[in-house]
């Protein structure tokens, strides 16, 4: 019986200390941007995803000239270079989301998450890895998280290894999984990281790192992965999350396994 026990007991300590979770998790890819009414990077996605349960709302963050943050994927802005350029430009009335809504700054997104607590916020920091850009952005990403009080909620995810290794330096025991796909998990282990977040494409090549992420505790990410065949595929090879442009097809895909 005192065996029994022990062996329960280590269990649960296991299971405690790995960040495998029980299911894989659907994290909607800029938002349900293809839900009505929704763009990417939009508010109305961020909600639709919310509506939907998913795991979490993936969404890109760029930093103005004049230090605001806003939520766009690309570096530019109906042709405006977004670190070049001051916020009030970027938020004129004529610059719209393909939905109509105007650019958000991620205070008016975290604002809005507030209505979706049980959602994670997978927040990706764009940079290009210049430092100064990097000293601005970073910490201000962390003060806005913390003025929300979603700390809880977030998860930073960055191709820029040096934002990543920030983040978890100024954020002890937030999720930080790196994007760029050329490091094995070992090696994004020793930067302090707890995750990596990968195109699919680089699990076809390296099944192995999805075993060796989990052996260390770590968390696997996969982007962008659209095609029943490609998300079952992934599931097939162990992912934890799955980040996707359909994130309805990925719940019922998960939903049939179970
Ligand atoms: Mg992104």
């Avoid at 029980?22 to 995803?49: C, D, F, M, T």
């Avoid at 970073?138 to 809880?152: C, F, L, N, Q, W």
């Avoid at 260390?216 to 962008?224: E, H």
Wanted: charged share 25%.
């Amino acid at each position: 019986m005192k065996r029994i026990c022990l062996f329960l007991l280590l269990g649960c300590a296991l299971a405690a200390c790995s960040e495998k979770p029980a299911a894989p998790q659907v994290i909607a890819h800029r938002g349900y941007w293809k839900a009505e009414g929704a763009a990417q990077n939009s508010i109305a996605a961020l909600q639709a995803a919310g509506r939907i349960g998913a795991y979490g709302s993936e969404f890109d963050v760029n930093l103005t000239s004049d230090g605001v943050l806003v939520v766009n994927h690309d570096f530019t802005y109906h042709g405006y270079k977004i670190y070049d350029t001051p916020f009030e430009v970027l938020r004129g009335d004529t610059l719209r989301l393909a939905n109509g809504e105007l650019i958000p700054t991620l205070d008016e997104y975290l604002e809005a998450s507030l209505q979706y607590p049980q959602m994670k916020l997978i927040f990706e920091l764009k940079s290009e890895g210049d430092p100064e850009y990097e000293a601005r952005a970073v910490p201000g990403s962390v003060e806005a998280i913390k003025k929300y009080g979603v700390t809880d909620r977030v998860e930073f995810i960055s191709f820029s290894l040096s934002a990543c290794v920030e983040f978890a330096k100024l954020m002890p025991g937030v999720r930080v999984e790196y994007l760029g796909g050329e490091l094995a998990p070992a090696e994004i282990k020793k930067l302090g990281l707890s995750g990596i977040d990968y195109y699919y494409e680089v699990f076809d090549k390296h099944p192995e790192w999805i075993g060796e992420a989990h052996d260390l505790g770590m968390v696997v990410n996969v982007w962008t992965v659209n095609e029943e065949a490609d998300i079952t595929r992934m599931l097939d090879l162990g992912v934890d999350q799955v980040t996707t442009n359909e994130p309805e097809l990925a719940q019922r895909l998960i939903a049939a396994r179970r």
